[in-house]
């Protein structure tokens, strides 16, 4: 049962969000769900100055970039219906606001050394409820999509994501399991790291039950798992190479301050070679 009734995306007009737009179009179409397109528009000048033909001309040119926007979005989606949103104020309060129904939301993002604290594709996935889709490159030839497990919930949650992504294009998924790090496995396993064949065990029957609900829920997907003795982040990054998208929990079995991501999330968002989607435990 779909409960979010669109896929919202951010756009002001960049290369990168006409990325994201082309994705969350993509996303709209296979989904059958509508597609809100949202332009934040800012007074550039401090708030003590006021100018209302300025503050007029500066919304009026933040309209006629949504409209620009909207119309890209039917052009790329035909059957998709779009629907506009213009807001005043920062994207990422802005997008924070409309997301409450929203089924998921796709952001653009700059590469890795542009990439800066406060941007609206580091700060939603903190606080989002919802998936954030960060996309970071131009599509690429892979039809494959990396999904990243440590036995946490959120890594369920980005499981559900990632296969739901897979039947819905048609690509092949790899679950990736990168055990070699204490803070990949639960407290009680720490002694394991001892005995190599051990882990390999422990961790593979975990990657293994994991995923088996899901190859069951989608039979069409071709999935596979990998156990790599690496530790998350480099598993990730290296499985990420050969991918359109990657997949992963806001954060892993470790213990994260609420209002941060895991460290391999937020690895990902600066480094991955692709496609990066944030999923939160819906249960949080």
């Known amino acids: 049962m779909v409960m979010y009734p ?46 209302h033909d300025i503050e007029r001309t500066v919304q009026r040119m933040g309209e006629h970039l949504l409209d620009h926007g ?13 629907r506009k949103r213009l807001m005043d104020g920062p994207a990422y309060a802005a997008l924070m606001h409309e997301s409450s129904e929203a089924e998921l939301i796709v952001v653009g993002s700059h590469e890795q050394d542009e990439l800066a604290v406060g941007s609206t594709a580091l700060r939603l996935p903190v606080r989002s409820r919802r998936p954030v889709v960060v996309v970071r490159q131009a599509a690429s030839s892979y039809d494959h999509v990396v999904v990243g497990v440590d036995g946490s919930p959120g890594a369920d949650a980005a499981l559900a994501f990632a296969f739901e992504e ?8 790899e679950a990736v399991y990168g055990c070699w790090e204490p803070g990949a496995v639960a407290e009680s396993e720490l002694a394991l790291f001892a005995d190599r ?56 079995t470790g213990n994260v301050d609420p209002l941060l991501l895991g460290a391999t999330s937020s690895a990902l968002l600066h480094h991955a070679p692709c496609t990066v989607a944030v999923v939160h435990d819906p249960q949080r």
């Open 6 to 51: 669109y896929v919202l995306v951010g756009y002001d007009g960049m290369v990168e969000s006409d990325r994201a737009l082309q994705w969350a179009a993509e996303e709209a179409r296979l989904r059958r769900l509508e597609l809100v397109v949202c332009h934040c528009w800012r007074w550039p000048y401090p708030i003590s100055h006021v100018d």
């Open 70 to 82: 909207a119309d890209r979005a039917a052009h790329l989606a035909p059957t998709v219906k779009v």
């Open 166 to 173: 897979a039947a819905l294009r048609g690509w092949t998924l």
């Open 197 to 252: 064949d051990a882990l390999t065990r422990s961790c593979g029957a975990r990657l293994e039950r994991a995923v088996a609900p899901w190859r069951e829920k989608y039979p069409q997907v071709e999935a596979r798992t990998s156990l790599i003795m690496e530790g998350p982040r480099t598993a990730l990054l290296n499985a990420a190479a050969a991918a359109s998208l990657v997949v992963v929990g806001d954060r892993g």
